[in-house]
């Protein structure tokens, strides 16, 4: 199979290329900047020097659908909604990493991404693509919409609850703390190493763009769900999301029910790991991996359910989950490419 | 006057010594340690060579009484509680910031310390020294029980809401995160750099001590509030701390309006910076400082109010707080050898 | 290909672990530690469930010997030297990463080590296992020892120099640094993550062990090289070494004919990467791989030739080497299995 | 005394803020921006809130002459040897922390800085202000050029030696490491924090316009030095600098006496801390002051004296020792304003 890489400069591009360049049944076929054409891609990350020898290469749709089998657009959310349409109408089959597919409200859209929607009626073929919870045959979609960082961390935190209707619909909140990976490569005063260092900082209060991502899913699995309180921090760390989550419960329920409840969800997800009770994930033990872990707790003392779940924002939350989505498009085993553990320390 | 520290090896003690040698007012009598008698404080803290020359001293609460005015007990939990009778016993006035004199209730104190209870009449006499809110008048009080480093900064963004009961008594969730010297001096494998690096970690899920030290003083405040839900997060810095806080309003409230409550409460307290509308605080901007800072948001879409303060947690998180409270009890200006900014960046 | 893990609880175990699961050659087919008998791996390390279920056994040589081929040594120092001749003994090869059977001289391991040196029997049958230099045939090796960390960065840095004999061979110095993983798993004050965070420390000045093994080695290339100057520090990072090496030029040279050099000496070596002119490797480019990256300047101011290299400590300085030179000994392509990038950012 | 500051939103002019809003002699007059006129401090740094209310004024040396005893020149190389000039002219003193005014020959100054060089005039008044090896009075001097942060570090380690003539001239190598504010306000990609975090990277390399300042000074101490090695790598810390610095003894010396040189050489300088022999510092036992610390080893086998010293870039190596110059230029105490410990950890 041939893949071929869209946005390649950016972190979710390079963190295609470092699992894909392992994948057995993927070869890159070509990547894509479209401000960098013509230099290596190593001249941009020295860490791929001696890894591949690719050059980047401009954005022509109908060449790449000639050459490869799928594209994955890691592009900034305003650039893919422009891109993708040529793409599916080039007949090639797309994993969109940017945001631009994942809400089917384009007013909502506008108002979270504060751009443009994209195509309507490419909306409409896009697949969220949150593995786990896929309900869609996707061995025929055209166009997988992958989920956001945030979301991904969240929805596996809290789908259980939901599907079963365990929790009450308004008391949703999702403190959520990520790593300045996040914030993506460009460099900004916010994540100046001399200021984000030893610091911790929030950001995009009640304003983050993934809420109204969360929402739409929650809604479609218990449509009583409105909105959720979702707030976000950066932490001193380049990789990891942890989103710590508190539901009120709707009645009282044992520890052991809980985790039941997750164990039996999970048991077939190969990435996503229930820990042991009493037991808590941190970030790094996830650190370059696809695993998403998730602990529980019960508060006695307030009925409140509490769920901690913890990705690599740029594997899970990106990167990663492309790849297991592309796997499900084409009818690999899911883990294929995708089963390296997590770089631990 | 003259004050000794108890306990100056640990992180606590290191701060207090920092702070009073540059304090107008006072003279570092004596410091205190039950292990290292004899050696000298730089030998532990060699940032201190040429600043303190100083040895350490064992315990003898009878000599300490007759050559100091104050007593900073610095001491771990479970040590305070044999000591500071003594202390008290022989007359010398105390401020204690191991946490044993905090909860009223010893039933409590035992259950989330793990540890014996103090004496009983020694714990009335206590006043809870968290010094923006001081009830009482300490000039005469012979205990200051130094506040938790988490209800400090919980507090301090609850109060105006609080006390004004503009929200949902059962409804509050603090969500807490803190650098890692909130986890004291020693190592240990949790707080290892090569595993705490690069990392995030919740930890005490559900049994953090310092969950009844908050419950009792909010209950003070409005009886009607009972258990709340609180959590804590290690993050990888040394100093800070960031509580972000969401409750259900009990009825919808503009958000210039929290503002002019929160400036209002804080208006003759130089350091608690309500910060401007729009922005929030990062610990950073608080580093090395007694500041402590709050922010404010209100939720339309769920109508929550969310609160986000920061403090460092060695400052007005302990050692900071302390002398603040020294001030109060001798008669000087709160911000007496405390006016020091942030270290920043 | 069967492989046994002795000291599967140190990081270098874990790495291997790491590194093995994903092996197309090897089984591993069992992990043993001293302390930690009948627990799982993966509740030393929480990051390999779901990974590898298997369990810590005692170490007991014969029954190891009969059912591996290989048993990697991931043993602290002095510790290995009293197992490795029990595996010899029982005919199974070892690869040892402990450091004990680096030093041919035992007088000098015994003074920078204090410990008792290894049985010499088994030290003369031990290989140097710095595979870019191996000059041996490993096929019928017994013992391979891997280089130390330190070693490994500075003899890939100073090898094509002293080989070729364009330098004074009194006039050596390194300058390493270290990410804190080197310093191991144990947790001491010295690796605290509230005094390590936001810290650079110089440490074992003029007493690192790694010294007479760099020393060894340079001597066996280039008789005329005695002593040279070693200094070490703890960077505030999980990962990762560089070395900054400093030596007096015999003659002048370019730099173009200096990177020739390196060029040739490392043409065959995929993990030795010569990075372009003008260009300088960051530890983190390596981050998690099996890379060696190395740069070079020349000072015309001083006729000196600097040399920088970087490896990530725990790969190429440690697990990654020991599967290199794993893949020698069984006649494998020195690839297989250790292809994968560095995980960046 | 009143003092401006000119370039207040760099680092350097920050920590002056930091500093001088602590200073018993001092009040700050203004705060001098080029590009932020009109905007109060504290929307550039919010730690600042509540401790400086002034606002940003544009520059004009007239007026700033009016009203200040003294202009810090916080300002970018390039800039200030533009506005000193004027602000000389207009009869204020003023001290530089940009660089332009440290070296005596332009030529130099043009090739390492790559700018235009200062007028001639100007520079020969210009002091250079190394406040413990200061030879001029400067009660009376019109300019002070403050030094770099590197050559503060290297030079005070290396004085006593190349002072008393025990080094061959030609062999000092200085391997520095600093943290990530030594490069400045401006966010870049060198400087990003997912970049830069749990990272090590070398730079400038054999190209660090410190070079030159460094080999000025030592050849005015002893004209038979040269040119020196020097190099400089980012550490993923705040503040800090240590260097440590290789340089061959013309015979041999005991430990015991190098100690007692350094010893006498500094016993009159509070701000040199000369270390208890084998012991060493780290950087972040100076962090936030104005201390310098210093060690040293002496290696036997190769006859090579070690020298580490460590200071936080932005106070010894910038405000600090701007303060302690100022200090010294108005006849008070070198330490008034400055005797505040470091903040550990």
């Known amino acids: 199979m041939k893949a071929a890489i869209v946005g390649a400069t950016g972190y979710g591009g390079a963190e295609l290329i470092r699992i894909l360049q392992q994948h057995p049944e993927v070869t890159i076929e070509s990547l894509h900047s479209s401000s960098l054409e013509g230099s290596k891609i190593a001249d941009s990350y020295p860490h791929l020097q001696g890894v591949s020898g690719m050059k ?56 979270w991404y504060n751009k443009k929607a994209p195509d309507e009626a490419v909306l409409e073929d896009a697949v969220y693509g949150l593995t786990e919870w ?38 949703i909140v999702i403190d959520a703390k990520t790593g300045v990976s996040g914030a ?19 950001y995009k209060v009640l304003e983050h763009q993934h809420t109204p991502e969360i929402e739409q899913v929650l809604a479609d699995w218990d449509p009583n769900i409105g909105a959720v309180t979702f707030s976000t921090h950066l932490v ?35 990435f996503v790991r229930v820990r042991e009770p009493g037991t808590y994930p941190s970030t790094k033990e996830v650190y370059g991996s696809n695993f998403c872990d998730v602990s529980l707790a019960y508060d006695e003392r307030t009925d409140r359910i509490m769920v901690v779940s913890v990705i690599d924002n740029l594997v899970k939350g990106a990167a990663g989950q492309a790849v297991q989505n592309m796997n499900r498009m084409f009818e690999l085993d899911e883990k294929t490419g995708l089963s390296f553990a997590p770089v631990y320390p």
């Open 134 to 171: 896929l309900d869609a045959d996707v061995t025929e979609a055209q166009l997988i919409s992958n989920p956001g960082c945030y979301p991904t961390a969240a929805l596996i935190g809290l789908a259980p609850l939901v599907k079963h209707k365990m929790i009450d619909p308004g008391s």
């Open 56 to 111: 980047l290469e401009s954005i022509d749709p109908e060449k790449i659908a000639r050459n490869a089998d799928l594209v994955f657009t890691a592009t900034p959310s305003g650039v893919s909604s422009e891109l993708v349409p040529a793409f599916i109408n080039e007949g090639v089959r797309v994993i969109d990493l940017s945001g631009d597919f994942r809400l089917r409200d384009t007013t909502a859209y506008e108002t």
């Open 236 to 270: 001193p760390m380049t990789r990891g999301i942890m989103t710590t989550i508190y539901v009120n419960a709707t009645e009282s329920i044992s520890p052991a029910k809980l985790y039941d409840l997750f164990n039996t969800s999970y048991k077939d997800c190969y």
């Open 184 to 202: 993506g490569k460009k460099a900004t005063s916010v994540t100046h190493f001399a200021e984000m260092n030893d610091n911790l900082k929030i």
